[in-house]
């Protein structure tokens, strides 16, 4: 008489029935057997499609200029990372467009040489994102004149249903010109107050504040203001220094001058003095061919040297000649000063010029954008898996997540290789790298199982998370200089890196759970086999967590010791660390002490997505300890909502058995 066969496990010392062995599927004939390849061929195809993009013939070369290093915030960056950065944090996207035909105005290299060489034109783009009532208001709009009138049925349709906009947020310069001084004034009154209790019109009209200057910062940083003619300017301004300072000298002693040329000469050193102060671009490389930051200056500062030495900077003059040609919209002599310019600097720094080149293709390429829209992809087919040809779309779901995380990886790794760092450097790589390392592990679990449920919960999470770093990347260069404190690659290899996998495998754990109560409760489609391969990838993730999450928590205290003085100061950010630790332990626990059974599983895992949301988000609002990184409004209010939504999970989870719709006993088998 055969005996069925048992298994370890862990619930007070009994065997119970064995697992159903992992399906192999059945080998695709026929056309079906190409169609996931077609389906990988065209999602590479879709990745990659912006690298093969070319200007037309006979076009400025705006990939030449945006390629041009500059210095910002600490940073050799090329113009075209300057252009969308700043665009993200004007208007919270990287084009400029009318609503009523959305139609592109520019592209960000385009964009950023009208305000560096024609502001007058770039003063008309609506580039200024208002959502604030109030603020609004006090601009003088009514909400009749913010009302889009769409001439197209089908466009006031789409509005009418929130696909398209229907009223104006983004504004231009121009528009916004005439009431400087009252958004200066009302932005002073706000100052003084703490920022956690400032109203919302307080944070609006400061953030409408700081982005007005950042704009005027821009103008001013290469061509003075009101200048149409650059190189003759500059030209005619070298040509008068002699002149200019003997009038100055001669006026100094009383003696007969020429006062106009004296003048003419004052004039230009006060606008050059104010461009140097007031210019947001370090674009004057030093010419001893350094690339230290100390050694970059500005382009006032630069024209304020011409005074000591008579001759102006080359580089002014290569700017003053790209303005020149580019305000009269003459494409070879602007393409040919940029490619004189740029033959100049890869002489002096070649290593510096190629990071600019992969990060302009990088930037150009936005892998973690276009991945955001894969995941979705595989999300779908994931479901449709469950409804119909499994074999065919899990397949096909299972390679397309292959290629969206190969995707995710080699933009993080060309990230490693622009800044220098490990891959986990501040909040916006953080949700990169969670992401990542959670997608990595569904590929696995979808390559051991089989059964789209490694592709869905992959396509989600992966989706999610450069979502949240999408919106965390309006703050402007995700590349940023390293805090003092956190300067340390060894540190932010090893403690930052192995605590973020932690994060990772406990929101897949969590997310897992999601998909084991949404299929159990509102279909009828978690059978035994099912059902027990989600038991045991949770079970499995949650014990990868926990050991992630304690050594990670260790190796954090370790570099505090080492960095503060003491190993543990009871930070938010540490408790949050400890409480996803004890909260796995707890799990795993009660899962050996036969506390829970499946469905109690599957509740304390979506638990565990809101413990880890608060360890990583919602103690850095708090304004407090060492690792806070400040509040945000809008992340507050997000967090607070996928808190309730998770917990509405693990109400659905404790619906009685007899109420779920797929197979009631199942809780007694699995």
């Given at each position: 008489m055969s005996m069925p066969s048992t298994t370890f496990s862990p619930t007070a010392g009994r065997s119970t029935p064995a697992a159903p062995s992992r399906p192999v599927p059945p080998r695709l004939t026929g056309f079906a057997r190409w169609i996931p390849l077609i389906a990988l061929i065209l999602g590479a195809g879709y990745l990659i499609s912006p690298l093969f993009k070319r200007e037309p013939a006979g076009s400025f070369d705006l990939a030449g200029f945006g390629r041009l290093p500059v210095l910002v915030n600490?940073?050799?960056?090329?113009?075209?990372?300057?252009?969308?950065?700043?665009?993200?944090?004007?208007?919270?996207?990287?084009?400029?467009?009318?609503?009523?035909?959305?139609?592109?105005?520019?592209?960000p290299d385009e964009w950023l040489l009208d305000v560096l060489f024609r502001p007058e034109i770039a003063d008309t783009y609506p580039g200024f994102a208002i959502d604030s009532p109030g603020l609004l208001s006090l601009l003088g709009f009514t909400e009749q004149s913010l009302k889009i009138d769409y001439t197209k049925t089908a466009h006031r349709v789409l509005a009418a249903v929130g696909f398209m906009p229907g009223t104006y947020r983004r504004f231009s310069y121009q528009q916004l010109?005439?009431?400087?001084?009252?958004?200066?004034?009302?932005?002073?009154?706000?100052?003084?107050?703490?920022?956690?209790?400032?109203?919302?019109?307080?944070?609006?009209?400061?953030?409408?504040?700081?982005?007005?200057?950042?704009?005027?910062?821009?103008?001013?940083?290469?061509?003075?203001?009101?200048?149409?003619?650059?190189?003759?300017?500059?030209?005619?301004?070298?040509?008068?220094?002699?002149?200019?300072?003997?009038?100055?000298?001669?006026?100094?002693?009383?003696?007969?001058?020429?006062?106009?040329?004296?003048?003419?000469?004052?004039?230009?050193?006060?606008?050059?003095?104010?461009?140097?102060?007031?210019?947001?671009?370090?674009?004057?490389?030093?010419?001893?061919?350094?690339?230290?930051?100390?050694?970059?200056?500005?382009?006032?500062?630069?024209l304020l040297e011409t005074f000591q030495t008579g001759e102006l900077?080359?580089?002014?003059?290569?700017?003053?000649?790209?303005?020149?040609?580019?305000?009269?919209?003459?494409?070879?002599?602007?393409?040919?000063?940029?490619?004189?310019?740029?033959?100049?600097?890869?002489?002096?720094?070649?290593?510096?010029?190629?990071?600019?080149?992969?990060?302009?293709?990088?930037?150009?390429?936005?892998?973690?954008?276009?991945?955001?829209?894969?995941y979705i992809v595989i999300f779908i087919i994931g479901i449709f898996s469950w409804l119909r040809s499994p074999d065919l779309l899990s397949r096909t779901a299972y390679l397309l997540l292959a290629l969206a995380w190969i995707a995710t990886t080699l933009g993080i790794a060309t990230r490693m290789w622009l800044e220098g760092r490990p891959p986990v450097t501040n909040l916006y790589s953080s949700a990169l790298f969670v992401g990542w390392a959670a997608v990595g592990l569904c590929v696995l679990l979808e390559r051991l199982y089989r059964n789209a449920l490694g592709a869905v919960a992959g396509g989600l999470i992966g989706f999610a998370t450069l979502l949240i770093a999408h919106h965390?990347?309006?703050?402007?260069?995700?590349?940023?200089?390293?805090?003092?404190?956190?300067?340390?690659?060894?540190?932010?290899?090893?403690?930052?890196v192995v605590i973020t996998v932690g994060y990772s495998a406990t929101y897949l754990a969590g997310f897992l759970g999601f998909i084991y109560v949404v299929r159990g409760v509102l279909t009828t489609g978690l059978d035994a086999?099912?059902?027990?391969?989600?038991?045991?990838?949770?079970?499995g993730i949650i014990c990868f967590a926990t050991l992630f999450s304690l050594v990670g928590t260790i190796l954090g205290g370790i570099w505090a010791d080492q960095s503060w003085g003491r190993f543990w100061g009871w930070d938010p950010k540490e408790n949050g660390a400890l409480i996803i630790v004890i909260w796995n332990a707890l799990i795993l626990h009660a899962r050996w002490g036969g506390?829970?059974?499946?469905?109690?599983?599957?509740?304390?895992?979506?638990?565990?997505?809101?413990?880890?949301?608060?360890?990583?988000?919602?103690?850095?609002?708090?304004?407090?300890?060492?690792?806070?990184?400040?509040?945000?409004?809008?992340?507050?209010?997000?967090?607070?909502?996928?808190?309730?939504?998770?917990?509405?999970?693990?109400?659905?989870?404790?619906?009685?058995?007899?109420?779920?719709?797929?197979?009631?006993?199942?809780?007694?088998?699995?």
């Open positions: 600490g940073r050799l960056k090329p113009m075209d990372t300057v252009a969308r950065t700043t665009l993200l944090v004007l208007q919270d996207r990287q084009r400029v467009s009318s609503p009523p035909v959305g139609d592109l105005v520019n592209s010109e005439s009431k400087l001084a009252e958004i200066d004034k009302q932005s002073r009154l706000a100052d003084p107050t703490e920022e956690a209790l400032r109203t919302p019109f307080q944070k609006a009209v400061i953030k409408l504040r700081d982005r007005l200057v950042l704009y005027n910062r821009l103008k001013h940083s290469l061509i003075p203001p009101g200048s149409t003619q650059p190189l003759s300017d500059f030209d005619a301004f070298q040509k008068g220094i002699p002149a200019g300072a003997a009038a100055i000298r001669a006026r100094q002693q009383g003696q007969p001058h020429d006062e106009a040329a004296g003048r003419a000469t004052l004039e230009a050193a006060q606008r050059f003095d104010f461009m140097g102060r007031m210019g947001y671009l370090l674009a004057i490389p030093p010419l001893s061919g350094s690339t230290d930051p100390e050694g970059w200056k500005t382009a006032g500062n630069a900077n080359p580089t002014i003059m290569a700017y003053a000649g790209m303005a020149t040609a580019w305000r009269a919209r003459q494409i070879d002599p602007f393409n040919t000063v940029v490619k004189l310019y740029r033959e100049i600097l890869v002489k002096r720094f070649p290593e510096r010029l190629t990071k600019s080149d992969a990060e302009v293709r990088f930037n150009s390429a936005e892998p973690f954008f276009r991945s955001m829209y894969l965390l990347s309006l703050s402007g260069d995700t590349l940023e200089m390293m805090r003092a404190v956190l300067d340390s690659n060894f540190w932010l290899a090893t403690h930052v086999r099912t059902a027990s391969a989600i038991k045991s990838m949770v079970y506390l829970v059974k499946t469905r109690g599983l599957m509740a304390l895992a979506i638990f565990g997505n809101v413990v880890t949301s608060w360890s990583w988000f919602g103690t850095n609002m708090l304004g407090v300890g060492l690792h806070s990184y400040g509040f945000m409004d809008a992340a507050f209010y997000w967090l607070i909502a996928f808190c309730i939504t998770q917990i509405a999970l693990i109400a659905l989870a404790n619906v009685p058995s007899s109420k779920w719709r797929s197979a009631p006993a199942l809780e007694g088998k699995v």
